[in-house]
């Protein structure tokens, strides 16, 4: 998809990634850091694709999505930004905060903001639709992942959420609480994709910082927000560069 000839200039940053484009979006992995000796049994591996139903490249990375919300060794969420509302279809499941979270990944690791981009552990980056390099890119994130025992219950009116501890001497990291739906679907009436029916895995509704884990066993009381309205929850735990630490999630929750 390429950009409206009447924005060029408004969005230098974005990107569609289209046959032309593959080749220089498809970003080689990024040296991890080494995984850290600890008794920390493994967890999910973060899969996070940023998508639009505004751009026509997309339906395919939303389909390899799909297949990898089917897997137990995977939280694979997805997070629809809204940078392309502006082709003549507004995503009724995009948020600037989304968008936002592309965007830090990006100024952090020196990346390129396309959709549909996929985002392995917080420090892979590639071209959504491409699902061997996305299956590569899972098994070198659980080979070399750092794992920290968390947990995320819902309790009576609110959750608990807790964390544990590792050896590691940098470990630190930020807590997030994120709400999703399983499965959504929009009829798209104009756009790119217009006159398309998509179904949707494991769409992002809302996105909160819950506060700071320090590798200090972390022991959370919440109350759900009003717009903490997805039918399941995760908490995840990233350090400031989106290095990974934590990952759970819960099953359904009642319908809000």
Known sequence: MNESP???????????????????????PLPRLQAAESSAT?????????????CSSCPPADAVLRELAGRSDVLALGFHVDYWDYLGWADPFASPQFTARQQGYARRQGWQVYTPQLVIDGDTALVGSRRGAAEDGIDSARKAQRSVPA?????????????????????????????FDAERS????????????????????????????????LDLRETLKPDERGERLALVVQDRLGQVWAVAATGAVPAR
């Open 42 to 54: 493994a967890r999910p591996v973060l899969v996070e694709l940023f998508t639009s139903q505004g």
């Open 6 to 28: 009447n924005k060029p200039a408004a969005r230098p940053w974005l990107r569609c990634a289209s046959t032309a484009l593959i080749s220089s979006l498809a970003l080689a």
């Open 186 to 217: 929009t009829d798209i009436a104009r756009g790119e994709n217009g006159g398309r029916r998509i179904v949707y895995p494991n769409v992002v509704r809302s996105l909160r910082k819950l506060g700071d884990w320090r590798n200090e066993p």
């Open 151 to 179: 947990q995320i219950v819902r309790d009576g009116a609110g959750l608990r959420l807790t964390v544990g501890k590792t050896e590691a001497d940098d470990a630190a990291g930020e807590v997030w609480l994120l709400s």
